[in-house]
T-cell receptor, first 113, second 116 residues
Framework: GEQVEQRPPHLSVREGDSAVITCTYT??????FFWYKQEPGASLQLLMK?????EINEGQGFTVLLNKKDKRLSLNLTAAHPGDSAAYFC????????????FGQGTSLSVVP | NAGVIQTPRHKVTGKGQEATLWCEPI?????VFWYRQTIVQGLEFLTY????????DSGMPKERFSAQMPNQSHSTLKIQSTQPQDSAVYLC??????????????FGHGTKLSVL
């Protein structure tokens, strides 16, 4: 079945710097991709949902890139600020069952002032 | 909208005891999902229901784990004869549809289960 590998597990950046988190997946038929953010003590919140037809997706303060050829999904936080400190998870919708998400291991991001 | 409600937030059980975890999905959502979160394994899919019917339980351990959705307002995850390796945060999520349109999931805060 689908497998998702997320790197790095921990990331510390200075305020204003960029932070990049990358996920690779195995099933080339995967179609839906997600990034979730989990702040300490809070529930997982959706950052962005990406369709396989769009390679570059921009949100508020971040960009999500999808490279289908390399089966790679990345989250790039531009000009990170302390409020971005959280755990981030990528998730891929398993082609065998679109409703079932396969999550990456997560990245704990710390943005230092 | 209170979001997905999970109770209890924390549960401590002794080895061999039973644990029942509760989830109340967002009103109007037809799909309910259960995930397990550990440091080692990350987020693992367990099972999901759509319109109260079990759709996919491929992630459920074959023994001791069971899930039900007796009505549209709540789902339960029951673990019999709990073992220390069952210790995890159990997350419930709901979505509007849960079908091929692949709506976003709304997660609860989770129930942290500690088996001593």
């Amino acid at each position: 079945g689908e497998q998702v590998e997320q790197r790095p597990p921990h990331l510390s950046v200075r305020e204003g710097d960029s932070a990049v988190i990358t996920c690779t997946y195995t099933d080339p038929n995967s179609y839906y991709f997600f990034w979730y953010k989990q702040e300490p003590g809070a529930s997982l919140q959706l950052l962005m949902k990406v369709f396989s037809s769009t390679e570059i997706n921009e949100g508020q303060g971040f960009t999500v890139l999808l490279n289908k050829k390399d089966k790679r999904l990345s989250l790039n936080l531009t000009a990170a600020h302390p409020g971005d400190s959280a755990a981030y998870f990528c998730a891929v919708s398993a082609p065998s069952s679109f409703s079932k998400l396969v999550f990456g291991q997560g990245t704990s991001l710390s943005v230092v002032p | 909208n209170a979001g997905v409600i999970q109770t209890p937030r924390h549960k401590v059980t002794g080895k061999g005891q039973e644990a029942t975890l509760w989830c109340e999905p967002i009103s109007g959502h037809s799909a309910v999902f259960w995930y397990r979160q550990t440091i080692v394994q990350g987020l693992e899919f367990l099972t999901y229901f759509r319109n109260q019917a079990p759709i996919d339980d491929s992630g459920m351990p074959k023994e001791r784990f069971s899930a039900q959705m007796p009505n549209q307002s709540h789902s339960t995850l029951k673990i019999q004869s709990t073992q220390p390796q069952d210790s995890a945060v159990y997350l419930c999520a709901s979505s509007l549809d849960g079908g091929v349109s692949n709506e976003r999931l709304f997660f609860g805060h989770g129930t942290k289960l500690s088996v001593l």
